[in-house]
């Protein structure tokens, strides 16, 4: 353990002046929202773990590692392994003197399971968005974005200085809309899975429009461990970019866009988030690559089988690992989560500008190695909260004055996001022109 000694503050000091000032003013900006963020260690080897500052055992339902993979003995052995041929670090970008053999084994193998011709990867899944929208998008082409889509791609779609077209969440009508008789060179991106919320895009029918209007599609892949699975038939006829994330399901870092051979000439040589900066480290190449063939085997389909169960216990059929339990209200949301922690479950709160106002909500994400007792415990402090799992997901929502507590079955549908307030960040989605 580091020690920690002497505050921060005695180490550096603020030296004032007008950048002093505008720092306070945004903090403070931040603060009288109730929006304050900072981190808080979680000692943790999968999804049990000890929360340091308060001394307190927790069973987190907010983790990512969906199968577990992380804490599996032989991707932890390949991870060693890599270490021990190549150290820890790459040394440099992958053009220049990082590749390792690790990095394009891995690309093989992702590129055979997304069945596409060649994969790419990059650092992480982000800087993957950020690669493949300023690579393929650029002033003069359109992307057509839905509104919720992940960080990542808002971002790379305003790095790309395209013209951006958000559409309205789930409304296939809106965007038959925004590719009718437009000849501008278009990019329809989405989530499969939202992170937010854990809907699923249709695919087929978001695929069949691009077929349609000749648009490339890049799909955001990271959450889909439940699905969907686009088949072939889904795909067929449309240039399609598939990106993903070591980092979640396979339980590593990195991410990758799997893509056809052309495309994938085109990222390797003109997508700076991953030229300009230092190639994956081989132990996370390893790992995940050890986590993929965990995956696309018999194992693989076992703890995929254990996951289901898990999520079917809160809300039976629902399509992915996170499930969203709105409770309206930002304090209401807020003091739930506190409540749900004091009894040893780690959920978080998720509020503006993250979500829409008014949704605020636990957000649950489940995992292959939570045990059944831990999702017993869970379930049991939901509905002590108020919660029905028994609600049809389609209700309406109780006005927020009657919201006793939360319902895992309610949908986050209220209220629809202006076409502006993409991914409900307030900073404007088109880049400014030049
Ligand atoms: C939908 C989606 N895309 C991309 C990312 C970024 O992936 P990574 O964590 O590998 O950078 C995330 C991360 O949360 C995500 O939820």
């Not at 790095?159 to 965007?175: E, F, N, P, T």
């Not at 069949?208 to 799909?219: K, Q």
């Not at 693989?300 to 309206?328: F, K, N, Q, Y």
Request: aromatic share 4%; charged share 25%; net charge negative.
């Amino acid at each position: 353990m580091v020690e920690r000694s002497g505050a921060p503050a005695e180490r550096s000091r603020n030296l004032g002046g007008p950048w002093a000032e505008r720092v306070e003013r945004r903090l403070d900006e931040i603060r009288s929202a109730g929006r304050w963020r900072r981190y808080r260690d979680l000692d943790a080897h999968g999804p049990r773990g000890v929360l340091v500052e308060e001394d307190r055992k927790v069973v987190t339902f907010a983790s990512n590692d969906y199968l577990g993979l992380s804490a599996h003995p032989a991707v932890a052995a390949a991870a060693h392994d890599a270490i021990d041929r190549w150290g820890t670090s790459a040394g440099g970008s992958r053009l220049i003197t990082g590749a390792r053999p690790i990095h394009a084994d891995l690309e093989a193998e992702l590129a055979d399971w997304k069945g596409t011709e060649r994969a790419v990867l990059f650092p992480t899944g982000f800087a993957a968005n950020l690669g493949v929208l300023t690579a393929l998008g650029s002033a003069g082409t359109r992307i057509v974005s839905d509104e919720r889509n992940h960080a990542s791609i808002i971002d790379g779609a305003r790095l790309a200085r395209a013209d951006v077209d958000i559409w309205r969440h789930g409304d296939l009508d809106g965007l038959d809309e925004l590719l009718a008789g437009d000849d501008r060179p278009t990019i329809v991106v989405a989530d499969t899975v939202f992170s937010m919320d854990g809907d699923v895009l249709d695919v087929a029918a978001v695929a069949s429009r691009c077929r349609e209007a000749g648009a490339l599609l890049v799909l955001d892949e990271a959450h889909a461990v439940l699905g969907p699975h686009p088949t072939e038939d889904d795909l067929a006829g449309v240039e399609v970019v598939r990106v993903g994330t070591l980092s979640k399901t396979l339980g590593s870092l990195g991410g990758f866009a799997a893509c056809s051979g052309p495309v994938a000439d085109l990222l390797v040589n003109v997508a700076r988030s991953s030229i300009f900066t230092t190639a994956l480290p081989p132990a996370d190449a390893a790992s995940a690559l050890a986590a993929l063939r965990i995956l696309r085997g018999p194992e693989g389909e076992e703890l995929i089988a254990r996951l289901r169960h898990h999520v079917d216990r809160l809300r039976p059929g629902h399509p992915s690992p996170i499930v969203a339990v709105i409770v309206g209200d930002e304090d209401d949301a807020v003091a739930q989560a506190a409540h749900l922690l004091e009894l040893g479950l780690h959920v978080p709160a998720i509020r503006p500008p993250t979500v829409a106002p008014g949704t605020s909500r636990l957000r649950i994400t489940f995992c292959a190695d939570h045990s059944d007792d831990e999702v017993d415990r869970l379930l049991a402090a939901l509905a002590r909260l108020g919660s029905d799992p028994n609600r049809a997901a389609t209700e309406p929502a109780a006005p927020p004055s009657a919201q006793l507590g939360s319902d895992p079955n309610r949908a986050a549908t209220e209220p629809a996001a202006p076409p502006s307030a993409h991914g409900w960040d307030p900073t404007p989605t088109v880049h400014p022109p030049r």
